[in-house]
């Protein structure tokens, strides 16, 4: 995948429009290359992919769990269901080798992107680990305020918006924006500690985390940012 960089539009820190962490797909809390994808990058049919795993899963389930999955995509004749497989890094390679009838640019491109993003979620790992302690006791802070749904919904809309993340894209963040995430909780853990001292209402928390965190996009980037709406 071509790597764009996006403007941040205010939203804090650039990132790649088309990151290789997008070439992984998670599964039960392990990172995937799905069959599909194996076979639109490499010029061949996914069906042929899909006939080569199945000769191989033996050999495959050698090296890890080897998932089988199936997707119903509905069209205006009827629905079809799809089955493909999400591949873990050593399956992948093993595949990479017996595969036959490629596109050899297509291969050696796919390749060093899927080798890229194995290794861009590897050193992601200790800075996720510290992200989700951070996570659980900002919403438990939260939560303490008498929190309603809305409040958590505008809390992670204003989180994205600094990290530059889209909505259900946060088990792809980089180190950066995993980073940034972090500090994020920090500031939500004090701002809400303060606001339980002060008798402050769920809305009124997350106005002034919003606040706060206004300010420190503002030290990472000269474009201003995008406020959120509140509750």
């Known amino acids: ?87 873990n890094e050593l399956q992948f390679d093993y595949l990479c080798r017996i595969v036959r009838g490629r596109d050899a640019a297509g291969m050696k491109r796919l390749k060093l992107d899927v080798t890229k993003a194995f290794a861009h979620r590897r050193a992601a790992e200790p800075i996720r680990r510290e992200y989700l302690p951070g996570y659980h006791e900002s919403r438990d802070g939260l939560k303490a305020l008498g929190a309603k749904q809305h409040h958590y919904i505008n809390l992670a809309r204003a989180e994205n918006r600094v990290a530059g993340l889209g909505d259900g894209e946060r088990r792809n963040a980089s180190e950066q924006q995993l980073g940034v995430l972090v500090v994020m909780q920090k500031i939500e853990q004090a701002a809400f500690e303060e606001a ?36």
């Open 196 to 231: 339980i001292r002060n008798g402050l209402s769920p809305t009124e928390a997350v106005r002034e985390v919003a606040r706060r965190m206004d300010m420190f996009a503002s030290l990472m980037t000269a474009a201003p940012a995008v406020g959120v709406n509140h509750a």
């Open 1 to 87: 995948m071509n790597q764009k960089i996006t403007a941040n539009n205010g939203r804090g820190i650039t990132h790649p429009e088309n990151s290789q962490a997008l070439i992984l797909t998670q599964h039960k809390q392990e990172s995937r290359v799905d069959s599909r994808l194996f076979a639109q990058r490499v010029g061949i049919k996914h069906k042929n992919l899909y006939a080569l795993i199945q000769n191989h899963k033996a050999e495959l389930r050698e090296l890890g769990t080897l998932p089988f999955q199936t997707e119903t995509c509905v069209h205006t004749t009827g629905a079809t269901t799809l089955k493909y497989v999400l591949l």
